[in-house]
């Protein structure tokens, strides 16, 4: 079945559209998990593998470069085999990049894990590609943001979950292998310890191959639907009709710089703070947390948008929200040293008793993910607005731009090495500028003249 760009494709029948939905909000929830390993990640290769603070954020830039690499190649697979067998493809390529990750520990070789990463996000670029215009198309623009953050929800809360588990598996006991005691360590015992350590990997990513392979099998023989998104209705195709190249698209140019810098503050709001939290006199055991933190933060922040929009507030302005949000959260991480103290509260759960770390600093990072937890589902669809026949070539370059992850991280590590963990969060202020420049008024733009 095909379905014009821009018009809702629940129009089949209400089961199929409840279906549809369940298993992207499924594919999201692979997303999440795979993706925020990577907080957990930096911190176990970077004494793994005896890295510094910069080398061991290219564990995102690798991750996060394959979506700059692979989505133009994606949306050409994606015309060829249709969404949903291009989605089981990207889940079969994220189960390769898993098993990459045991040669890679029996070796310790960096290289070999980033490879295995590589490989991972071209399987999630494929998969990108074709489910964030799936989800806009699914019904009216003008609620995108809030089906958008419908499947955000399911990003971030396997998010929450991932971290503490792998955390749980690999970063226990790390605390005593610091450089200090590994460099008083004669060669025997520092390969033999370093070899050990590396092996605490193999067991969680041969069971993540096995269910991605799975999910790809179900995936082949679901009933999830094609669209088709080159159709365009009557009025955009008059609209475009003097238009030959996606760059004619201000709305669109600026969404994707815009997805740019958020993606980078996202990933940086995640996947440095378990570091942080290390620098800040935390045990690994318990900064493990702190990912999560920040996470469940989106999630909250996912939650209002459900809510607020566009019942109580339009996208564009709640994106504006976000960015100021983003800018003072930022701030205050930054200056938060005077009113630094550590101690730990309690959360009672169901029959469970959990001690969890806090630290002033830390909270206001984690609080970042509240900021961004609208910005992509507000960002995606103010982008590609109008776009009719250029929608896939816009996706592929929206998801081109999640890159930002792959570059201001590596920054964030480079500063963190030459001035402190904490005035390097100060990248993130610019970032959030833009974003706000965007929503104010950089997605009304129609035209170059």
């Known amino acids: 079945m095909t379905q014009q760009a821009g018009l809702p494709l629940n129009n089949r029948s209400t089961g199929n559209y409840i279906l549809s939905i369940t298993i992207i909000g499924i594919f999201f929830f692979i997303f999440g998990f795979v993706t925020w390993l990577n907080s957990v990640l930096i911190p176990f290769l970077k004494i793994t593998c005896e890295k510094n603070n910069f080398e061991s954020y290219f564990v995102t830039f690798a991750f996060y470069i394959s979506y700059f690499v692979m989505a133009i190649p994606s949306a050409f697979v994606l015309r060829k085999t249709g969404f949903k067998n291009g989605m089981s493809l990207g889940l079969i390529l994220m189960a390769v990049g898993a098993l990459i990750?045991?040669?890679?520990?029996?070796?310790?070789?960096?290289?070999?894990?980033?490879?295995?990463?590589?490989?991972?996000?071209?399987?999630?670029?494929v998969l990108q590609t074709a489910s964030n215009p799936y989800v806009t198309i699914l019904g009216p623009l003008e609620s995108a943001a809030k089906r958008i953050s419908i499947m955000g929800i399911c990003n971030k809360i396997a998010g929450v979950i991932s971290p503490l588990i792998l955390g749980a598996i690999v970063l226990k006991g790390m605390d005593k292998y610091d450089k200090t005691i590994l460099a008083s360590m004669n060669e025997l015992q520092r390969m033999t310890v370093l070899n050990d350590l590396a092996g605490r990997i193999i067991l969680p990513y041969i069971i993540m191959a096995v269910v991605l392979v799975i999910l790809a099998i179900l995936l082949r023989f679901s009933a999830l639907p094609d669209i088709d998104t080159d159709q365009e209705d009557a009025s955009t195709l008059a609209?475009?009709?003097s238009r030959n190249s996606v760059f004619q698209f201000p709305q669109l140019v600026l969404g994707v710089i815009a997805i740019f810098v958020y993606v980078g503050v996202e990933v940086i709001a995640v996947d440095t703070i378990i570091n942080y939290g290390k620098s800040q006199g935390f045990s690994f055991e318990l900064a493990r947390y702190?990912?999560?933190?920040?996470?469940?933060?989106?999630?909250?922040?996912?939650?209002?948008?459900i809510i607020a929009i566009p019942k109580y507030l339009k996208q564009e302005r709640a994106l504006m929200f976000s960015a100021v949000a983003g800018i003072v959260f930022g701030i205050l991480a930054m200056i938060s040293a005077p009113l630094h103290f550590q101690t730990t509260i309690s959360v009672v759960l169901p029959g469970v008793s959990m001690m969890l770390p806090f630290d002033l600093s830390v909270f206001f990072i984690a609080l970042l993910g509240l900021a961004n937890a609208i910005m992509w589902p507000a960002i995606w669809p103010l982008a590609i607005d109008g776009l009719g026949r250029f929608t896939k070539i816009g996706s592929s370059l929206l998801i081109m731009a999640i890159a930002g992850g792959a570059t201001l991280p590596l920054l964030y590590g480079l500063m963190v090495d030459l001035i402190n963990p904490q005035t390097a969060y100060g990248i993130i202020i610019p970032c959030y500028l833009f974003i706000f420049y965007y929503a104010y008024s950089g997605h009304k733009i129609r035209s170059w003249k």
């Not at 045991?102 to 996000?121: C, D, E, K, N, W």
């Not at 999560?292 to 209002?304: C, D, E, P, R």
């Open 101 to 125: 990750f045991i040669p890679a520990a029996y070796s310790r070789i960096y290289g070999l894990f980033l490879t295995g990463l590589f490989v991972q996000g071209t399987g999630l670029a």
């Open 239 to 241: 609209a475009n009709s």
């Open 290 to 305: 702190f990912a999560s933190y920040t996470l469940a933060a989106m999630v909250l922040g996912y939650i209002i948008g």
